[in-house]
């Protein structure tokens, strides 16, 4: 079992399609980081001079999350299972995505909400 499991990894090192599950990797993560640079809560903190006006925010972060999911998808087509070590990023890859929840949710309680 161990010997099989070893021809697969090395079979999945000498195709190359390690170096490429890296590279998908460090851009899924780079992407996420960007948008969690750019929340609300950080945003400030590291950019305390930059205004960006709300719409233009969104649109910013929708082209991320956008820019992220078509990262996580190639990469998981073009590097199999392994792939998913992508979807760790779930959170501030979809960002955008997250936030209309919570706000769907917290405004479906209250009532008042917009």
């Known amino acids: 079992m161990m010997e099989q499991a070893r021809y697969f990894i090395r079979t999945y090192i000498d195709e190359g399609r390690l170096q490429n ?9 780079g992407i996420a980081f ?8 950080i945003g400030p903190l590291w950019l305390p001079p930059l205004h960006i006006e709300y719409d233009v925010y969104f649109i910013i972060l929708f082209a991320l999350a956008f ?4 990262v996580v998808g190639v990469g998981i087509k073009k590097c199999g299972w ?14 955008p995505f997250f936030m209309i929840g919570f706000l ?9 909400c917009l």
């Open 21 to 29: 599950l890296i590279w998908f990797i460090l851009a899924a993560y």
């Open 34 to 41: 960007l948008e969690w640079s750019l929340s609300p809560e």
């Open 67 to 70: 820019a992220w999911i078509c």
């Open 82 to 95: 392994p792939g998913l070590l992508m979807l760790a990023s779930v959170k501030w890859g979809l960002f």
């Open 104 to 112: 769907y949710w917290a405004c479906m309680f209250r009532g008042d």
